[in-house]
């Protein structure tokens, strides 16, 4: 297991933070302990490292407070049941708070990353079977990320299409992303911004996000329609899921390749991308090429629930909460 991390390297009271989010060493929370990042060490023969045994949850704060932190929680808690990992979900809210407070921050990423550790003394490094024993390894961390305010219009994003080559498990958030990572950099290669991942003619999602479509119905009524789990092994977005609440009329369900390719309007959705408009689609415009009324509609919608949840409960202030 990741042993370092446990116990010294207490984190400096009030860390100046960062310039550049990926500068400079930052606090990390591993194993329990906040420690400089340049300082965490986790085992060589942990099996998040040699299987890419583990999950992970991606979150985002603004003003001090986690979106959708419950909804996170749950994901999380699922994911690690299905895993037959051991390791208590709930905790990522105190832990969350702590990291924010040790790196100064209120408007950031924050990842976290739950593997299924090191084989205890004795077990083979390598069995796939787990040994009983080994104990997860947690490691989050944090950096800078734009304010609720600085996202006032959905980014514009090109996209190519590429065969879903992935897993069938999709709603477990694996650290296993050789599949995505690969779609990502096949987009990249082509000179676009992101991928839509296509099976069997059917949407599933983009390689961080999930997808949305503004479309017409037989009659030429506009319609907004998001996957299914059902139809492609997709991730439940914690973004896809406040949408698909605040917004009712919203169709879940099976979407074609066709369909996408037809569709007056296609959105990208997530915790980092939050709204993001396709403006073109294998080299082809979507709709007038510009981003529409449905992006900036889900975006609005998106912004007002941060804004009610940041008003909900008044930010104490995580500053300082842990050192204090
Ligand atoms: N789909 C995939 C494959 C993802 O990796 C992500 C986020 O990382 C999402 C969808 C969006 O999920 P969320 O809204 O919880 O960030």
Redesign the pocket.
């Known amino acids: 297991m990741g042993s370092a991390g446990r116990d010294a390297h207490a984190a400096p009271a009030s860390p100046t933070p960062p310039r550049h989010p990926y500068a400079g060493s930052v606090i990390v929370h591993l194993n329990g302990s906040l420690i400089e990042s340049r300082l965490a060490t986790v085992s060589v023969f942990d099996r998040g490292f040699l299987f890419g045994d583990g999950l992970y949850e991606?979150l985002r704060a603004f003003g001090g407070r986690v979106v959708g932190m419950d909804r996170h929680v749950e994901r999380l808690r699922a994911g690690l049941a299905e895993a037959r990992i051991d390791w208590d979900a709930a905790r990522l809210k105190d832990l969350t708070d702590e990291l924010l407070a040790a790196n100064g921050l209120r408007d950031a990423f924050i990842y976290w990353q739950v593997t299924r550790g090191t084989p205890p003394p004795g077990s083979p490094w390598r069995a796939r079977v787990p040994a009983h024993g080994s104990i997860p390894t947690i490691l989050g961390f944090c950096y800078a990320t734009p304010t609720v305010d600085s996202h006032q219009a959905p980014a514009p994003r090109r996209v190519i299409t590429v065969r879903d080559t992935r897993w069938l498990r999709?709603t477990m958030?694996s650290i296993s992303l050789l599949g995505?990572v690969l779609a990502a950099i096949e987009a990249a290669e082509a000179g676009t911004d992101d991928a839509i991942l296509i099976r069997d003619g059917v949407v599933a999602?983009?390689?961080?996000?999930?997808v949305f479509v503004a479309l017409r119905d037989a009659s030429g009524r506009p319609r907004l329609a998001t996957p299914s789990i059902q139809s492609a092994p997709?991730?439940a977005?914690?973004?896809?899921d406040i949408l698909i609440d605040r917004v009712p009329s919203c169709e879940v369900r099976t979407i074609t390749a066709d369909e996408l390719a037809a569709a007056d309007e296609v959105m990208l959705?997530?915790?980092?991308t939050m709204v993001a408009s396709v403006v073109e689609i294998d080299r082809v415009p979507v709709g007038d090429g510009a981003p529409g009324p449905a992006a900036s509609m889900l975006l609005g919608v998106l912004r007002e629930v941060i804004g009610s949840e940041q008003s909900a409960t008044p930010l104490a202030g995580v500053l300082g909460r842990v050192s204090g």
């Open positions: 991606g999709g958030k995505s999602e983009g390689t961080s996000s999930n997709i991730l977005g914690v973004t896809r959705v997530g915790t980092l």
